[in-house]
Nanobody, 124 residues
Framework: QVQLVESGGGLVQPGGSLRLSCAAS????????IGWFRQAPGKEREFVAG????????YYTDSVKGRFTISRDNAKNAVQLQMNSLKLEDTAVYYC?????????????????WGQGTQVTVSS
């Protein structure tokens, strides 16, 4: 049984920062990667950032490159997403996901396990 719990969402002004955390429990040794996805109202869920669980290689969608940083703490079975220079269009529910399927870190079909989501609202 795998459980993912996100925390750290909230309300922030444009240009501000937030740090999301994802705590994993259960069969974490089976993970290939952990990813962050987001879904804004009326839009499809999209990949934001991902990290390989063992090697630490990271991937980002173009719209967040240079602003967001994903990192992992294997000892704590946790992944963080540091979000800087936030924009209005970053407003969404952010989901942490863990994948064991070798279909690509940016592919949502690679992910077996999902957290409940945390709201990030960027507003002035």
């Amino acid at each position: 049984q795998v459980q993912l719990v996100e925390s750290g969402g909230g309300l922030v002004q444009p240009g501000g920062s937030l740090r999301l955390s994802c705590a994993a429990s259960g069969f974490t040794f089976s993970f290939l990667y952990i990813g962050w996805f987001r879904q804004a109202p009326g839009k499809e869920r999209e990949f934001v950032a991902g990290i390989y669980w063992s090697g630490g290689l990271t991937y980002y969608t173009d719209s967040v490159k240079g602003r967001f940083t994903i990192s992992r703490d294997n000892a704590k079975n946790a992944v963080q997403l540091q979000m800087n220079s936030l924009k209005l269009e970053d407003t969404a529910v952010y989901y942490c996901a863990a994948g064991t399927k070798p279909m690509g870190v940016m592919n949502s079909s690679s992910y077996n396990y999902w957290g409940q989501g945390t709201q990030v609202t960027v507003s002035s």
